[in-house]
């Protein structure tokens, strides 16, 4: 099991042999993950958007760390270590926008949740064999972009404008995504690849994402905003998260 997990895993371009520093360049364009989480730290912490905006930010650094850690070791083993926490981020996010864009309360906020990641695994699942393999395995990345538009719309139909960062958050994921796709097309004609412009473009997009967060994240924003439409008694803000 063990020697299973530490086995070299050869999937970009760029990679020379199973070394360390095989992938410098996918290796090194991590630091935009890294640098859209500090950026992100400082933009919550000086508007006061909260612990669980924070949290996030600090989860998009650990992103960076695990995709470095994956382009440098390359192992099955740092290869989990590169999905778990872009999967821990989208959940996260998708409840963010939940309590904190839309407002809702904890009970109606899992209900949505678990009702959207159902409907969006049964549609990544229906993926053709074809498809996936032609997309490099970037049809995996469909529940996150799911998540973008349709959370993006709900939140803006609610009066929020944090749901415009999430469609231009949608609009880069498409572009970082299609680069993904194309690397191992493109070997023969550029050894490079172009997986690098898929950690740059994802660090931009998360940037716009930790933006939102951080303007329009802060605890009771969403009740601001409804009451802006719909005048009323004032109320406690609600507490974290």
């Known amino acids: 099991m063990l020697e299973t997990l530490n086995a070299a895993i050869d999937m970009y371009c760029e990679r020379t042999g199973p070394d360390f520093w095989s992938e410098p360049v996918n290796a090194l364009t991590n630091l935009a993950f890294v640098a859209a989480g500090l950026w992100g730290v400082t933009a919550v912490r000086r508007r006061g958007a909260g612990g669980f905006a924070e949290l996030l930010c600090w989860w998009v650094v650990a992103i960076g760390v695990g995709s470095f850690l994956f382009h440098t070791f390359a ?8 999905i778990l926490p872009i999967a821990g981020f989208t959940l996260a996010y998708t409840l963010f926008n939940l309590r904190r864009f839309l407002g ?3 009970p ?7 009702a959207f990641y159902v409907v969006a695994g049964l549609a990544t699942a229906a993926v053709p064999d074809w498809l996936r393999a032609a997309s490099n ?3 995996g ?3 996150p972009f799911l998540a973008l538009v349709v959370f993006g719309i709900w939140v803006l ?3 929020n404008p944090a749901g415009w960062y999430n469609i231009a958050a949608a609009g880069i994921f498409v572009v970082s995504v299609t680069f993904r796709a194309l690397d191992p097309m493109v070997c023969e004609a550029m050894p490079l690849g172009t997986h690098f412009l898929w950690h740059t473009l994802n660090g ?4 716009v994402v930790l933006a939102a967060v951080a303007r329009h994240g802060a605890p009771g ?7 802006r439409d719909r005048p009323s008694a004032g109320r406690a803000a609600p507490s974290e998260p």
Do not use: C, N
């Open 75 to 82: 192992t099955w083993l740092t290869m989990w270590g590169d």
């Open 104 to 106: 809702f309360p904890w």
């Open 108 to 114: 109606k906020a899992l209900a949505v949740f678990l």
């Open 137 to 139: 395995g970037s049809t």
């Open 141 to 143: 990345y469909l529940p």
């Open 157 to 159: 139909r609610a009066g």
């Open 204 to 207: 931009l997009m998360l940037g």
């Open 221 to 227: 924003g969403a009740r601001s905003v409804r009451k």
